[in-house]
C-alpha cells in the first residue's frame, strides 16, 4: 500500500524526455554531411561498482564534433536522425567505434564491458542481429563485452519483430539492458519478456529518491524486484554522496553520473582509468557524507 501510493505520486518528467532541441535545429542534410564527413564519435562515461568502487564498463554516447560548433550532444541530432532515416547509420559508427576502443583498452588490460545505445527503430529491422554481431568481430572483439541499451519503451512494444530480434541479438553473444526504467510504464513483468541482463534506473527516478520519502519507496522496492529477477542493476544520473550512499543501502550494483565522471573523449578514457582508485575514492566519500 506504501508503494501504491507512492508511485501515484511520482510523475516521470515528460517534459525534460520530450524537450524540443536546446541547440540549432541542423537538417538532415546537415547530418548526412556530417555522417560522410566522419565528424560522429562516442564520448565515455563510467559505470563503478557501488560496493566496491571497481571499474565495470564504459556508456558509449553519441557526440558531433562539430567544426564551427564545437561538441554537440544527442539533443542536437538524435531526434531528427530518428526521423530521417539516418538512426542506424550512427547505430553503425557507434558500434564500431565503441567496439573497437572497447577491443583497444581490453588489449591492454582493463576488465570493462561497452555498452551502446540501440533506437527503438533499427530494432525493427530485418537482419539487425546479424549485421551488429558482424561490425563488432570486425573489430576483433567478443559481442560478450558489449552491452546494447534498449529503452523501456521499446520493450513495450509489442511488435514481433522487435522482440525476435532482441532474442536474437541475445543468442548471438550480446549482453542487453534496459534503459531509462522508471520513465516509461513498463512493468516488471512485462520487462521479463526480453532476456535482459542489466536494468539502468533513469535519472530522474534516482533524483525523486533522493529528494523525497514516496521516491525512496519505488526505487528500493524496483531494485529489490530487479533483484530477485537476477538484474544486474545501474543507477544513472548520480551526481552527490548521498545519491551515491542511498544507492549503496539499497543494494544497487553500480553508479553511473556526474560525481564519478562526465562523458570523456576515447583519447581520454585510458588516463582517467589509470588514475581511477576505488579504495581512496569510498574513503573520500564518507567525509562528505558526515558534513
Ligand atoms: P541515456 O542513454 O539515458 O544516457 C545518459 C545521459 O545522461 C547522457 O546524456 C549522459 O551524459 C547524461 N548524464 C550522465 N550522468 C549524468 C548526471 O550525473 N547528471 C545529469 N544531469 N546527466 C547525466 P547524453 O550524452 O546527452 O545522451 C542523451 C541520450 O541520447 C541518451 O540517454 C540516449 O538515449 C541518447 N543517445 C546517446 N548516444 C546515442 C546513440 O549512439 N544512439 C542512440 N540511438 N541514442 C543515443
Ligand atoms: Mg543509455
Ligand atoms: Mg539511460
Ligand atoms: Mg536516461
Not at 525493427?124 to 560478450?144: F, H, K, M
Not at 563485452?145 to 522482440?163: D, N, S
Not at 526505487?219 to 538484474?231: H, P, T, V
Not at 550512499?245 to 585510458?270: F, H, K, N, S, W
Amino acid at each position: 500500500r506504501e508503494l501504491l501510493s507512492a508511485l501515484r505520486k511520482y510523475k516521470p518528467d515528460q517534459r525534460r524526455l520530450r524537450a524540443p532541441p536546446m541547440e540549432e535545429h541542423y537538417s538532415a542534410a546537415d547530418l548526412e554531411a556530417a555522417m560522410v564527413g566522419d565528424q560522429f564519435e562516442p564520448f565515455f562515461q563510467p559505470k563503478v561498482e557501488l560496493a566496491t568502487g571497481r571499474l565495470c564498463g564504459f556508456e558509449a554516447l553519441a557526440r558531433w564534433r562539430h567544426p564551427e560548433h564545437g561538441v554537440l550532444s544527442p539533443h542536437a541530432f538524435i531526434d531528427t536522425m530518428e526521423s530521417r532515416g539516418l538512426i542506424d547509420a550512427l547505430t553503425d559508427v557507434m558500434l564500431d567505434k565503441a567496439s573497437a576502443w572497447c577491443a583497444f583498452w581490453r588489449n591492454r588490460g582493463l576488465d570493462i564491458k561497452v555498452s551502446v545505445n540501440i533506437s527503438i527503430q533499427s530494432l525493427a529491422d530485418v537482419g539487425l542481429a546479424e549485421s551488429l554481431i558482424e561490425r563488432v568481430r570486425r573489430q576483433g572483439l567478443d559481442p560478450c563485452y558489449m552491452i546494447l541499451e534498449i529503452t523501456e519503451t521499446a520493450v513495450m512494444i509489442e511488435v514481433g519483430r522487435v522482440l525476435e530480434n532482441l532474442a536474437r541479438l541475445r543468442m548471438k553473444g550480446f549482453e542487453l539492458s534496459i534503459d531509462d526504467y522508471g520513465t516509461g510504464y513498463s512493468s516488471m513483468q512485462q520487462l521479463t519478456r526480453i532476456a535482459a541482463g542489466e536494468l539502468k534506473i533513469d535519472r530522474t527516478f534516482v533524483n525523486f529518491a533522493s529528494h523525497q520519502n514516496d521516491g525512496r519507496v519505488i526505487l528500493r522496492s524496483s531494485l529489490e524486484m530487479a533483484r530477485k529477477l537476477n538484474l544486474t542493476t545501474v543507477a544513472e544520473g548520480v551526481e552527490t554522496p548521498e545519491d551515491w550512499a542511498l544507492l549503496a543501502e539499497y543494494g544497487c550494483d553500480q553508479a553511473q553520473g556526474y560525481l564519478i565522471a562526465r562523458p570523456m573523449a576515447a583519447d581520454t578514457v585510458a588516463d582517467w582509468a589509470q588514475q581511477w582508485d576505488p579504495e581512496r575514492w569510498l574513503t573520500g566519500l564518507s567525509p562528505e557524507l558526515k558534513q
